[in-house]
Structure formats: structure tokens, C-alpha cells
């Protein structure tokens, strides 16, 4: 079968090689692709940045967000059978340490993730754990049901807050995340979608796109912009989906008194903020989320894509035969997409 494996620990560094097939074990199943779809983390192992460079073991096929259909199943399978249409949590949880017996499976101790510390799916098939393979809708196209990965994100994220129905809430990063967490948001009923880009015009266009109620870039005061919107008291949840430490302070000079700050993205610098005045004395609730909740998050999810409301279709900017899957990394490193899908 073909794989785009990374063979060699510098930028790029892929190959589309021909590699054999693999075989499930008794607790698995094997996967036909149909579509799979580019994610940050798949970036950072292309570019090989220092993260890559600590957890990643060359050669590794990766890639974790996928659409496929089940070709075969091991022994012990009997939550999906062939012929399902599915997709995969790639967080590998145990099921027996003390954060998955009280329902916490996104916060395994013992957690591992195919596509990073185990083979992924950019190739034709691959044999993955029957207990993180989700059943699809066969009614929902492959190139939405790919992302539910990073829609996952955007869900847990936006409902951290809980009914954001009739809400004001602000969306820091216009990335492929930012970007879905402001369609949820929409769906959900949100009364203002603010956007927070940066410089990046092609991705604060596709926020407008998208229906953002209001967007913003480098040089605006934020949090005059979001009092300003809400009769002075701001926003009642913002969502921080950059990894900038600045965000951060964004996030707080925009949020309300009792309201919430959800941080989703990951950051590589220690961020300085005043604990008395900006969370005590604003009983701010800052919330950190990470990856989605299993099967919660999932469930929401395809609620979501069952009622038609999201904007996928403006967030999926390219499409690329798998074949050519180097171009759609070089695209994703411009930062002129949103989430880029591959068809098999």
C-alpha cells in the first residue's frame, strides 16, 4: 500500500513509499481510507520543530484525521463490523487508570496517540484499536466526517461554557480550529461571534466568511471593542485557540466578570498574568480543555453535522489526491488555507 512516511528528521523529510499492509491484531480493526485531512500536529512533524524532534521516531506514518471503512476485524470486534464508515479517536486511552474509570478517557495516564507514537493513517489502510473507531452517519459526505478530529476540538471548546444560546463570545485564532469554534459557535445559537486573526488576511477572510459578527487583527484594542459590544461588561466567554501567551492577557482584558476563559491552544512560553485582579476579583472561570471528551464530544459533533448548520464548506479550502499530499504540506505551511482534506 502507499504511506506518507517520515523518513528522515528535518523539514519535510516525507516520502510516499510503498509499505505492506497492515494486519489487525484481535482488538482491531482495518481501515480502508476514504479522506483524510491535514492538522497542526501533523505540521509540526513535517516541519520538525523541536516537538517533533522530542516525540516523534523516524520513520512514523502519520496523520490522525481520517474517514474510512471497516475491511476487516480482529477476533474480539464486535462494536464495528465491515462495511462501517468511520472515523477515529486518536487519543489511545487504557481504560483502567483512575482518570478513565471516572469517565476521563481525554485524560488517560496512560495515554498514546496513533499518527505520533504509533503508526497513522496517511495511508491506505491502517489497523487501529476497535475502541476508538467511531461509527459515521454513511449519509455524511468523507471530506466533513474527516475533521471531526479538529471539530471535536472547536465542540469541546465552545461548550466549556456551557449554553452559549443569546451569548457574546470572542474566538482568539482564525487557524483551521479558530475557524470551526466560530461556525459552532453559530450553530449554537452565540447572539455575537467575535474573531480575533493576527496578520494573516487569507484566514481573517475566511472568519468574515464564516459569518463573524465582528473580526479583528493586530492593532485593535480588543477589550475596548468587546465592552464597547456588550454595554461595557464583555464578552461572557472567549476561547483562546493560538498558544500566544499575549492571547491570554487578550482573553482576560476581554472577558466579562464571571465569565469564561477556555484555553485550547498549546504554549511554549510561560505566560505572566495578574491572578488577583484579572481571575479573583473578576471570578473568572479559566478552563483548560484538551483534545475531546470521549464519547461525549462525538456525539455533539454529529449532532452538529447532521443539522447542516456548519460551514464546512468555506473551511475546507483545498482538496488533494493523496498522491499529493506533499503540496497540500506545503500549502498548510503558507498559511494560506483553512483545513486542507486528502481523497483516496
Not at 465569565?259 to 483548560?288: E, H, S, W, Y
Request: charged content about 20%.
Amino acid at each position: 500500500m502507499k504511506a506518507a512516511v517520515k523518513v528522515r528528521p528535518e523539514y519535510g523529510g516525507t516520502e510516499v513509499r510503498d509499505v505492506p499492509t497492515p494486519q489487525p491484531g484481535p482488538d482491531d480493526a482495518l481501515i480502508k481510507m476514504d479522506a483524510a485531512s491535514i492538522c497542526g500536529t501533523d505540521m509540526h512533524i513535517y516541519e520538525w520543530d523541536a516537538w517533533a524532534q522530542k516525540n516523534i521516531d523516524v520513520p512514523r506514518i502519520y496523520g490522525h484525521e481520517f474517514a474510512g471503512t471497516v475491511v476487516e476485524v480482529g477476533k474480539n470486534v464486535d462494536s464495528v463490523k465491515v462495511g462501517d464508515k468511520v472515523s477515529g479517536e486518536c487519543h489511545v486511552y487504557c481504560g483502567h487508570c483512575p482518570q478513565c474509570m471516572r469517565g476521563n478517557m481525554h485524560i488517560c495516564m496512560n495515554m498514546s496517540a496513533f499518527g505520533v507514537s504509533s503508526e497513522g493513517i496517511f495511508c491506505e489502510y491502517q489497523a487501529l484499536p476497535a475502541q476508538n473507531l467511531w461509527v459515521n452517519d454513511p449519509t455524511i459526505p468523507a471530506k466533513y466526517t474527516t475533521l471531526q478530529d479538529p471539530l471535536g476540538n472547536a465542540v469541546h471548546t465552545v461548550f466549556s461554557a456551557g449554553d452559549i444560546t443569546g451569548k457574546n463570545v470572542a474566538v482568539l485564532g482564525c487557524g483551521p480550529i479558530g475557524l470551526l469554534a466560530i461556525t459552532v459557535a453559530k450553530a449554537a445559537g452565540a447572539a455575537q461571534v467575535v474573531a480575533v486573526g493576527h496578520t494573516n488576511e487569507y484566514r481573517i477572510n475566511l472568519a468574515k466568511k464564516l459569518g463573524a459578527d465582528v473580526v479583528l487583527k493586530k492593532g485593535d484594542d480588543f477589550g475596548k471593542v468587546a465592552r464597547d459590544l456588550t454595554d461595557g461588561l464583555g464578552m461572557d466567554a472567549v476561547y483562546e485557540i493560538t498558544g500566544n501567551p499575549n492571547a491570554v492577557l487578550t482573553g482576560l482584558d476581554m472577558v466579562r466578570g464571571g465569565g469564561t476563559l477556555a484555553l485550547l491552544g498549546i504554549f511554549n512560553d510561560p505566560v505572566t498574568i495578574n491572578l488577583t485582579d484579572d481571575i479573583v476579583f473578576k471570578c473568572v472561570d479559566m478552563k483548560g480543555i484538551y483534545g475531546r471528551k470521549i464519547w461525549d464530544t462525538w456525539f455533539t459533533s454529529t449532532g452538529l453535522l447532521k443539522s447542516g448548520k456548519l460551514d464546512l464548506d468555506t473551511i475546507i479550502t483545498h482538496t488533494f489526491k493523496f498522491d499529493d499530499i506533499l503540496e497540500g504540506m506545503e500549502v498548510m505551511a503558507s498559511g494560506n488555507s483553512g483545513k486542507i482534506v486528502l481523497t483516496f
